[in-house]
């Protein structure tokens, strides 16, 4: 494999066959994931003072989020493994995506999600036949019933990070991002951290590739952004705390990114920390006004996490923690739900 063979190939997940988990493409499962696109974002950045702005848009992608990377590997990988029925608590996407990757497969899914996740993210698991229930709380809340069902049925728990393929799709949008840069990487990387396993996968994809030194030694640094109201990794990256605290009454606008604790936590604070990175925080009103921003100024049509990205780059780029003529990539995760 080399980078000119990459090159050649559709511009899918696939095309990075040799450093994903399956064994045996038979189980591949797809529904024609392809490369996302990273566009300029000339007259937003020009507002914010960044001059190399670029947004990579995941809402491209199948079932219009990042999420369908990690399902179409991990839904491909189980189905190696002799899986059959999976369990998971979702704010949203990941349930939507994991739910129509097992249909594509023909396994069954119990999602369980907060009452307060968008409707469309609810009758869209269920249109893909997964068994799907409503918890009250947070999705630590909806965690909690997934243990039970998992005890209960004996079935595999695709939860976050307690299962090792979710992130080797998610990783596809590191080995994207050195593809469209030149095999070169953006100074600085700016991400939605919910649970942060795109973060990790980006991180571990850049290091991966400069271990085959397809890439030279310097890393984009790495920025989790959070909203104020539910922002536990900004508080332990704050503190040099080497994993965060529960975060009590979560609550933000930006549904996909109100994890209070997320399991993966001290990936994220060692991925931040090891680039020279950091964690940020931003407010409902500055997710929202970015959302506005980004439409009205450059046409992105971007989700209320995605726009969380904007408005933390202009708050760096306005401390100078980001300077002049770097290159900044946003990453909007999917495309705008309504609650």
């Known amino acids: 494999m080399t980078k000119a063979d990459v090159a050649r190939r559709a511009p899918g997940l696939w095309r990075w066959r040799e450093l994903l ?47 369908a990377r990690g399902a179409a590997i991990g839904v491909s990988r189980a189905k190696e ?35 307060g996740a968008p409707h469309e993210h609810r009758a869209d698991c269920a249109a893909a036949g997964a068994e ?12 909690k019933r997934v243990a039970e069902v998992i005890a209960l049925r004996k079935i595999y728990d695709a939860s976050t990070l307690k299962e090792p393929y979710r992130i080797e799709g998610k990783k596809t949008m590191g080995f994207e991002i050195a593809l469209q840069y030149g095999w070169d990487v953006p100074d600085v990387i700016v991400y939605p951290c919910g649970g942060g396993v795109g973060l990790i996968g980006i991180d571990k994809a850049l290091r991966e590739l400069r271990g085959l030194q397809w890439i030279g030694e310097r890393l984009p640094r790495m920025v989790a952004v959070q909203a104020a109201g539910c922002a536990p990794i900004v508080r332990a990256w704050e503190a040099g705390a080497r994993e965060s605290a529960f975060w009590e009454d979560a609550r933000t606008v930006a549904f996909g990114i109100n994890v209070p604790k997320a399991i993966g936590d001290f990936l994220v604070l060692d991925a931040i920390r090891s680039t020279g990175g950091c964690a940020i925080a931003v407010d409902d009103d ?32 306005g401390s100078g923690w980001i300077r002049e003529g770097e290159r900044v990539l946003l990453i909007n995760t999917g495309i705008p739900r309504n609650p």
């Not at 939507?96 to 999602?111: K, P, Q, T």
């Not at 929202?288 to 996490?305: F, K, P, S, T, W």
Request: aromatic fraction near 6%.
């Open 21 to 67: 988990p399956l064994r045996d493409d038979a189980y591949a499962t797809s529904l024609g994931e392809t490369m996302t696109p990273i566009a300029p974002l000339a007259h937003a950045g020009s507002a914010a003072g960044i001059s190399g702005l670029f947004l990579k848009d995941e809402g491209e992608l199948p079932t219009g989020s990042f999420k």
């Open 81 to 115: 493994l002799g899986v059959t029925a999976f369990a998971m608590p979702t704010n949203g996407n990941a349930g939507v995506a994991w739910s129509v990757y097992a249909a594509r497969a023909g396994m069954r899914a119990f999602i369980a999600m907060p009452r």
């Open 132 to 143: 799907v229930e409503l918890i009250d709380g947070l999705i630590s809340d909806a965690g």
């Open 286 to 317: 500055a997710i929202a006004a970015a959302q506005a921003r980004l439409a009205r100024d450059d046409g992105a049509h971007v989700c209320l996490e995605g726009a969380a990205t904007f408005a933390a780059a202009a708050r760096l780029r």
